[in-house]
């Protein structure tokens, strides 16, 4: 079960994913809000808890006895939580670039609930962006990685923006570029962690610029009863898009 990070999706595994099909049932799912998933209804929101949910009804629906849990960035959160809600269901989890955010809880408050509403508000009234052509988007995926190749960025986006009048707009809410009103909470992602019974593997990108410091690394890795650490060189915060053939070959060596 491979899940993706922020405002990505499921077809984002699409290098990995087919290494990882010659020794099992692969399920990449999109997200709610992300890729081919429905938006979220007027006067609703992601609330993070709502990934998590999902993510135990599409396994309780698709997957085998037997579950390898994979998460990306913000997808390797989601599934942090759930390896500690459900930690009876999991023979594998890996993390890649996936242990949060910085802490934040000393910033929740009115000013931040204030700023979501208005944030969520904002999103919701103001039309999406548009881009002109494929192109654009191709430009917009290499700037914010520049380790991206340029045929895996075309790739990306056919696959992650919808055809509009105009022109195209990615596939994901706009709702997502806005704060939630709770905090990332170190305190509390701990709780989850440190009742996660089956192995697990923390993945990092040697090259990454969105990542924790070394000891800050190092401490959250703690929290877990069974965990090893891999870097990965040649590969930035997006290990799946540098190094696809490693990150399959590290996920089956630890399923194993």
């Keep these: 079960m491979l899940v993706h990070g922020f405002t990505d999706l499921g077809a ?25 998933s429905e938006w ?6 992601y609330h993070f808890m709502d990934y998590v949910a ?39 989890l890996v993390l890649v670039e996936g242990l949060g955010p910085p802490d934040l809880m000393g910033g ?15 999103a919701r009234e103001k ?6 052509s494929l192109d654009e988007a191709v430009r917009r995926l290499r700037r914010h990685d ?22 195209y707009q990615w596939k994901h809410d706009p709702l997502h570029g806005t704060f939630g009103p709770y ?14 019974t089956c192995p697990v593997l923390a993945i990092d990108g040697a090259q990454s610029k969105l990542n924790l410091p070394d000891a800050e690394r190092a401490s959250r890795r703690a929290s877990f009863a069974n965990i090893r650490h891999l870097v990965i060189d040649g590969a930035g915060h997006a290990v799946q898009r540098h190094q696809p053939a490693a990150l399959a070959t590290a996920i089956v060596a630890h399923a194993s």
């Excluded at 099909?21 to 081919?36: K, M, N, Q, S």
């Excluded at 979220?40 to 929101?45: Q, W």
């Design 40 to 45: 979220i209804g007027a006067g609703g929101y």
């Design 146 to 167: 520049d380790r991206l190749a340029e045929p895996l960025a075309q790739k990306l986006a056919e696959l992650g923006t919808r055809a509009v009048p105009g022109g």
């Design 127 to 132: 039309p999406a962006k548009v881009m002109a």
């Design 54 to 92: 999902d993510l135990d009804d599409v396994i309780r629906q698709l997957a085998n006895p037997r579950v390898v849990l994979v998460g990306h960035s913000m997808g390797g959160s989601v599934c942090g939580y759930y390896a500690g809600i459900r930690p009876e269901r999991l023979a594998a």
């Design 183 to 196: 905090a990332y909470r170190l305190e509390t992602a701990r709780r989850y962690w440190e009742r996660v």
């Design 12 to 36: 984002g595994w699409c290098e990995v994913a087919p290494r990882l099909a010659e020794h099992g049932h692969v399920i990449a799912p999109d997200l709610r809000g992300h890729g081919d």
């Design 108 to 122: 929740e408050g009115p000013t931040r609930t204030a700023g979501w509403i208005d944030g969520w508000r904002a």
